[in-house]
């Protein structure tokens, strides 16, 4: 079945970067478009970074333009998620998922803390 797991999250100060990584099983990897996800308490997930099968196209969410990367390693079947210049508003669950298919399960995320 699909599952996902996410990685990297942690405490880091305003300004800092961390590195999100995902590992999907269950489908072919190198055949959809994945993207990145987040969530804060009272809010709906939302949509910050995709990428296309091949990585030829990539788009973000405003609020992180610029400062995050989307990358992605089919050989690997892994996700990326280089974030740089982290403020407290980037605090949330950040999550991996297939685009679109929103009957996936969600994994259980990984923690991204933004704090002086």
């Known amino acids: 079945q699909v599952q996902y797991v996410e990685s990297g999250g942690g405490l880091v100060q305003p300004g800092g970067s961390l590195r999100l990584s995902c590992s999907p099983s269950g489908f072919n990897f190198r055949g959809y478009e994945m993207g990145w996800y987040r969530q804060t308490p009272g809010k709906e997930r939302e949509l910050v970074a995709s990428?296309?099968?091949?990585?030829?196209?990539?788009n973000y969410e405003d609020s992180v333009e610029g400062r995050f990367t989307i990358s992605r390693d089919n050989e690997k079947s892994l996700l990326f998620l280089q974030m740089t210049s982290l403020n407290p508003d980037d605090t949330a669950v950040y999550y991996c998922?297939?685009?679109?298919?929103?009957?996936?399960?969600w994994g259980q995320g990984t923690q991204v803390t933004v704090s002086s």
């Open positions: 990428i296309s099968v091949g990585g030829g196209v990539i």
């Open positions: 998922k297939r685009v679109r298919h929103n009957s996936d399960p």
